[in-house]
């Protein structure tokens, strides 16, 4: 929320919403309803955090070897436009995961960005500076609605075996 520029953008999903029950935006989704219904006070304050998680397996190195991999995972923020969501400057690298062939026990990895997401889920005093002096501090919390991967992504991240050694 420092940024002057993003501050404001952050509630933008709150006043674009299509109101003929057609999906245009995200803020649209079955999952942002969803999340809105069961944590009302989540939804009160729009400035609070959606975000979506993608994680996928890559060779660095291209066909020359296959012997190692590394694995980004990223954070997008549901809250900006679509137009700036997964623009560059906006998609935040959480983790950057190498390995030699295969990373083993992807929890390991993921433990401290599930504890800081929990962090954010309780909530942490912040301040946003688009907004007038002493009206600036607020408690934001964040959610994790989603996540984005392709099969082989989707048994590392949720732990489920999607191929077979």
Not at 43 to 66: C, I, Q, Y
Not at 104 to 120: A, F, G, H, R, S
Request: charge should be positive; hydrophobic fraction near 40%; charged fraction near 20%.
């Amino acid at each position: 929320f420092r940024c002057r520029s993003i501050a404001p953008l952050m509630e933008w999903h709150a006043s674009h919403r299509s109101n003929d029950g057609k999906w245009r935006i995200v803020a649209d989704a079955p999952a942002w309803k969803h999340i809105d219904a069961l944590w009302p006070s989540f939804r009160e304050e729009p400035r609070h955090l959606r975000l979506g998680l993608g994680m996928d397996g890559v060779n660095p190195f291209g066909a020359r070897s296959s012997s190692y991999s590394v694995w980004p995972v990223v954070l997008v923020n549901y809250n900006l436009p679509p137009h700036m969501a997964i623009k560059k400057g906006h998609v935040m690298l959480s983790l950057l995961i190498p390995g030699k062939y295969k990373v083993k026990n992807m929890d390991v990895y993921l433990q401290p960005l599930i504890d800081e997401l929990q962090t954010l889920w309780n909530g942490i005093c912040v301040e946003d500076i688009s907004r007038p002096i002493g009206q600036r501090q607020f408690e934001a919390r964040a959610i994790l609605m989603w996540t984005m991967h392709d099969f082989p992504g989707y048994g590392e991240c949720s732990g489920i075996v999607t191929h077979h050694s």
